[in-house]
């Protein structure tokens, strides 16, 4: 019996696959998607913390000094993310973390360079401009706080159709109101209209030659149970001329280190340089009488805040540290953001005394919850993360339906821990100045908590410390490419799903025309969806 | 062999048995009703799995002669949000290893109290005789990073936080509807008719700062 084939497979569905797929799909490739998760509707997002419902579809993966938060369905980490759209600030693209000597970036990626693709990212999502009018109250007190101690502070770019937005504050969940401008919204509903197929639960597990003459390799999956993703209902294999890894940080490098002996052997830089996106995540508990007395907020009559559960979770962001004169791993950005309740169990109590996160003081702090107010410090880290052997299947193990635990493993360094001591004590400054609040730590759980998986399969100049080539192929493996987070280098002082997708735009170029080589009809440099 | 090496399978086993806890059961395909809270009894392992519970949110007593609840909080704690209905909620995945977590937590309980020279009331299981400034003292070395198990009491106190701050076991709307004591605690807000959230008024609508001289047209930092 012959294997399936087709001209391109793309494992996984988010931004680093959804945008390749659409690129290729349009210029005329037979597209395969295929995506561990299940495809959720709109109806299927819920207002609902219980679990069972939001754990379909968002994972968090404990590993050994770090924590992830990424999606699991069609759409990947796109659908519950919290849209805030930022370039890049121009200066990490020159970064050399703390070695020092060679840039980290391919020679040919500036800010300059991708400023188009991000321009046609921005115009196809779409992102929207908040004005002062659209910042939530969180993000009014938090700019209001930058204010007061002499900062700036900018509403942030979201990718959300602000007038749909019913500021619900329930986007790790997706979205019930289609505001959020998902790949479920754009390039992937653009990439079936051209052909490309999805398929949702299958989990690919190996990447290894094809055995059908024409085509390169062969991608073997697992078909999962919708109901407990451990168990297997089926298994196959497909071929391809041009495979596009696109499973996120916490999957590509894995899948491809279990890929090592079928491929002949992959970058001894796969699997390493994992970046949180120096992710540093703090909070504040307000004074609410000095809000109203020093900020001169109201929310409504005799009530300057309590608003910690209303908005969009992110609202305004100071970039005074996105400053490419100070020195690296002193720069970062910091962002007002809301997460659900699920998290409430990570703050110190604030009383300096044992039990920091848990007991009767932190049980006295969560009456005030609706006073809290959440800061995300974007820093720079050093890409400290390695990831262990892999699982004998899928990129993590499943130790429960709730309880994922992979082989990762971040050590953060001391100039990481800089970066975290300076912005640290630059958000304790601007909380603390008047009494307007106390400055609380993320205690409760590992190290570092990140959002935000990046490297550990990345671009560069360098084979030595990047897994891939500039235009995203793995070396030694013509015709495998990375699209995803894990090809970005460094941490990037801001939410990276921008610069992923800008990043996946741009490598689709490449990719198509390798695929022309490769004897695929296919035309590079497709116009945007919706723009034809 | 680098250390590097040794030290990821050393964690590779460490996900391999908190795997086996819970695994080997996976395979019972349990009806669709599993999603159901398992029948509750003030048994000694419920008594511990409460003290544990009470331990991460203190509450005040049910009556004069809770054993459970140490009583060391007003207001309602994580056994009054359901902590250990949540414990044996289906898909939290992790009741079938309630038992032995239970067990080990009275296991646990001996061993500390030999340690610490505290005799635990013998009446009740050794966790629940603990004083509870005692039964922090345990949970604080049970979630000390450096113990190869902390990931699995960790699970246990996360559950019971969850339970208070999130009603996890439960529907969310139904749940603040009905007034489930944590999220009433954290004045967690009501939703509209249809069990979503809307707030049609949600901005200061000022400028509030100043934005950054940098920023581009679009709104982006340089």
């Not at chain 1, 209209?193 to 003459?213: I, S």
Request: aromatic letters at 8%; proline letters at 8%; glycine letters at 10%.
């Amino acid at each position: 019996m012959s294997v399936e084939t087709v001209d391109v497979v793309v494992v996984g569905t988010g931004f680093g696959g959804a945008i390749p797929a659409y690129n290729l799909a349009a210029g005329g490739a037979s597209v395969v998607m295929l995506e561990r998760g299940p495809e959720m509707a709109t109806e299927d997002f819920a207002h609902d913390l219980q679990v069972g419902t939001y754990t379909r579809y968002v994972d968090l993966i404990n590993g050994d000094g770090v924590q992830v938060v990424a999606g699991n369905c069609v759409g990947g980490s796109s659908v519950v993310y919290f849209a805030a759209s930022l370039r890049a600030p121009s200066f990490v693209f020159d970064r050399t973390g703390s070695t020092g000597r060679r840039r980290l970036w391919p020679a040919a990626l500036t800010r300059a360079e991708l400023d188009p693709w991000y321009d046609r990212v921005e115009e196809t999502l779409p992102v929207a401009q908040q004005t002062w009018d659209d910042v939530p109250y969180a993000g009014g007190v938090w700019a209001a706080a930058c204010r007061n101690a002499g900062h700036t502070c900018n509403p942030v770019p979201l990718a959300v159709d602000l007038p749909r937005c019913t500021n619900c504050n329930w986007m790790l969940s997706g979205c019930r109101f289609d505001a959020k401008r998902s790949m479920l919204l754009n390039y992937l509903p653009a990439a079936r209209a051209h052909g490309a197929q999805v398929r949702p639960l299958h989990e690919v597990q190996l990447v290894g030659p094809a055995t059908t003459p024409g085509y390169r390799y062969r991608v073997d999956y697992t078909v999962v149970d919708p109901s407990d993703y451990r168990l297997v209902q089926g298994a196959g294999s497909i071929e391809a001329k041009i495979v596009i890894m696109a499973a996120g940080a916490m999957g590509t490098p894995v899948i491809l280190q279990r890929s090592a002996a079928a491929l002949g052997g992959v970058p001894s830089a796969v699997g390493r340089y994992f970046s949180p996106n120096g992710d540093r995540v703090s909070m504040a508990v307000l004074d609410e009488e000095k809000l109203g007395s020093v900020l001169g907020l109201e929310r409504e009559p005799g009530v300057a805040y309590e608003a910690f559960h209303i908005g969009k979770p992110i609202g305004s962001m100071s970039y005074d540290f996105l400053d490419g004169r100070l020195p690296e791993f002193e720069r970062f950005g910091l962002q007002q953001i809301y997460f659900p309740s699920i998290t409430n169990v990570l703050p110190e109590d604030g009383t300096g005394a044992e039990p920091q996160w848990f007991g009767v003081d932190k049980k006295t702090l969560s009456a005030r919850w609706r006073s809290w107010l959440t800061v995300l410090a974007l820093t720079e880290d050093d890409n400290e993360g390695v990831f262990g052997p892999p699982p004998p299947t899928g990129n993590f193990v499943r130790a429960a339906p709730t309880a994922s635990v992979t082989t990762l493993s971040y050590r953060p360094n001391a100039a990481t821990l800089r970066g975290w001591e300076r912005s640290d004590a630059e958000i304790r400054a601007i909380i603390e100045k008047d009494g307007l609040g106390r400055h609380l730590s993320w205690v409760g759980g590992q190290p570092s908590l990140s959002a935000h998986p990046l490297s550990s399969c990345r671009i560069g100049d360098d084979p030595a410390t990047s897994a891939l080539t500039s235009d995203h192929e793995l070396r030694g493996s013509p015709g495998l490419f990375v699209t995803d987070g894990s090809a970005v280098p460094t941490s990037l002082t801001v939410n990276p799903s921008l610069t992923i997708a800008a990043l996946a735009e741009r490598a689709s170029v490449a990719i198509a025309r390798c695929a022309a080589e490769a004897g695929i009809a296919v035309t590079a440099g497709v116009p945007a969806p919706g723009s034809a | 062999m680098s250390s590097d090496a040794a030290l990821s399978r050393r964690r590779l086993l460490q996900i391999v048995s908190a795997a086996a806890l819970t695994l080997p059961l996976t395979g019972l395909r349990m009806p669709a009703a599993r999603a159901d809270v398992l029948p509750r009894s003030l048994d000694a392992e419920t008594l511990t799995l409460e003290a544990w519970s009470d331990t991460m949110v203190p509450g005040e007593k049910r009556s004069p002669d809770d054993r459970a609840i140490a009583g060391v909080a007003a207001g309602p704690g994580a056994v009054q949000a359901g902590a250990v209905d949540m414990m044996r909620f289906g898909p939290v995945g992790l009741a079938p290893a309630v038992p032995a977590l239970a067990a080990g937590l009275n296991a646990e309980a001996v061993r500390y109290a030999a340690t610490v020279g505290v005799l635990p009331d013998p009446t009740v299981p050794p966790f629940v005789g603990l004083p509870f400034e005692h039964r922090t003292g345990l949970a604080l070395q049970l979630l000390d990073t450096g113990r190869p198990d902390q990931l699995v009491w960790y699970g246990l106190a996360g559950i019971a936080m969850l339970a208070f701050h999130t009603a996890g076991h439960l529907s969310t709307p139904d749940a603040v509807r009905s007034g489930h004591p944590g999220l009433a605690w954290l004045d967690f807000p009501q939703p509209d008719a249809d069990g979503l959230w809307r707030y049609p008024v949600f901005s200061y609508r000022r400028r509030l700062a100043r934005p950054h001289p940098r920023t581009t047209r679009t709104g982006q930092p340089a």
